[in-house]
């Protein structure tokens, strides 16, 4: 499972970008896609708002890139980077040969970027501060090669101005410290808010996070990680962007299952809910212990013989949200492939005064928020993109 992050740049976004495989020819090929999701969300001074739960049709738009690598790779790893100096969007595809490809989205071009300096075979990533950071979360991974960061380097001669591959410390649950691996290190979820990122992984093996006291990471200054099964012990490690450097925060587990976005209106994390298993949205307010969920809701129900094959949670900004979920269709399909479609739900989060009576969310600070379901729309997708997708 690749899990995706990205770092808002200031500005509200009106667009998500679908990186499908395309399996027409056998070959590695990928495209992108850039869907306009800002007619997905309903004014309320529009006099013909078309009813929210209604389920409409949509057409997948034609790719805006086409991407492919070498066929002794494993395929590509896409990773998104939104530059807050001057907004600027970048697709950064890497394959575990440590390969790099650069998409600027604005200017429609590819070009290759430097290589990795050591290959990544399970990445996860995040953006921070203009920095793209790739973490392998693979059993093969070793402290002292998993964890780099992409940087723009512009030195003395501009010439040379690139972006650059820089290595950083690994996490202390990647081996034993003298390149022996531990079992189970794969982070499960990660999450970007500003200049800082959130992560969190499987439940604990009783299926209840644990609550215990433990020290506040500024969101804004680190990134959090949880390994499932750490050598260590199950926990919630951080990295600290400035100092660059890791440490155990507890022994609790975040709330979510997949990425989760921070809401500054309300100060509250949305992702996907670990508790049930129902991956329904929920949100928490992660600046507070215990970390624990303060509002479910409901996005899209399937049909019971739809086969879910994946969900992404995407921040638009300005406290819109997009959630992408993936299906097979098709009932008759033993290997629950066939006939995929991308259901794509525009989402909202709206903050009032704490006395408002209002009883439609949970609880931010001294306010209260309330979710509202804008449209869904329903793209139904080639059988020849039926591999592994991303939602950047």
């Known amino acids: 499972m690749c899990l995706l992050t990205t770092s808002m740049a200031g500005k509200e976004r009106s667009h998500v970008h679908l990186c499908l495989t395309d399996y027409r020819d056998g070959t590695y090929t990928y495209t992108v896609h850039h869907i306009d ?23 997948l738009p034609p790719p805006a890139t086409r991407l492919a690598t070498r066929p002794e790779t494993n395929g590509l790893e896409f990773h998104h980077l939104l530059r807050a100096a001057d907004g600027g969007d970048m697709i950064v595809a890497t394959d575990d040969q440590r390969r790099t490809l650069i998409y600027d989205v604005a200017a ?3 070009g290759p970027g430097h290589m990795l300096l050591s290959d990544k075979r ?19 991974a070793r402290r002292a090669t998993c964890f780099e960061a992409l940087v723009y380097d512009g030195v003395e001669d501009p010439l040379r101005a690139d972006w650059y591959w820089r290595r950083l410390p690994g996490p202390p649950y990647a081996d034993d410290g003298i390149g022996r691996p531990l079992p189970g290190s ?13 992560a969190t992984t499987a439940p604990a093996e009783d299926g209840v996070a644990s609550v215990r006291p433990c020290s506040r990471l500024d969101p804004r200054r680190g990134v959090w990680t949880t390994p499932k099964g750490a050598g260590a012990g199950p926990g919630t490690y951080s990295f600290d962007t400035e100092r660059q450097a890791w440490r155990r925060e507890g022994d609790w587990e975040l709330p979510f299952a997949g990425k989760a976005e921070l809401v500054p209106s309300c100060n509250l994390w ?5 508790a049930d298993g129902s991956s329904s949205l929920c949100a928490a307010d992660l600046a507070a212990a215990p ?22 949670l995407v921040s638009l900004g300005s406290g819109k949200l997009c959630v992408v979920r993936f299906f097979a269709t098709d009932p008759l399909d033993k290997w629950r492939r066939r006939d995929p479609v991308a259901i794509i739900t525009a989402m909202e989060v709206r903050t009032m005064p704490a006395c408002d009576g ?3 969310g949970g609880r931010g600070g001294e306010r209260r928020i309330k979710v509202v379901k804008h449209m869904s729309r329903c793209i139904k997708l080639p059988n020849y993109n039926k591999g592994r997708n991303w939602v950047l």
């Open 186 to 198: 794969r982070v499960t979820a990660l999450a970007v808010v500003g200049a800082g990122i959130w």
């Open 122 to 140: 399970v990445p996860v990533s995040a953006a921070v501060a203009d920095r793209l950071y790739v973490l392998d979360t693979s059993h093969a």
């Open 358 to 360: 209002d009883d439609d």
């Open 291 to 312: 970390h624990r969920a303060c509002g479910v809701w409901e996005d899209f129900r399937p049909p019971k013989e739809w086969f879910s094959c994946g969900r992404h």
């Open 108 to 110: 429609r071009a590819v």
């Open 37 to 59: 999701v800002a007619p997905f969300f309903l004014r309320s001074d529009d006099p013909d708002v078309p009813d929210p739960g209604a389920m409409e049709e949509a057409v």
């Open 270 to 274: 949305f992702g996907f809910s670990r």
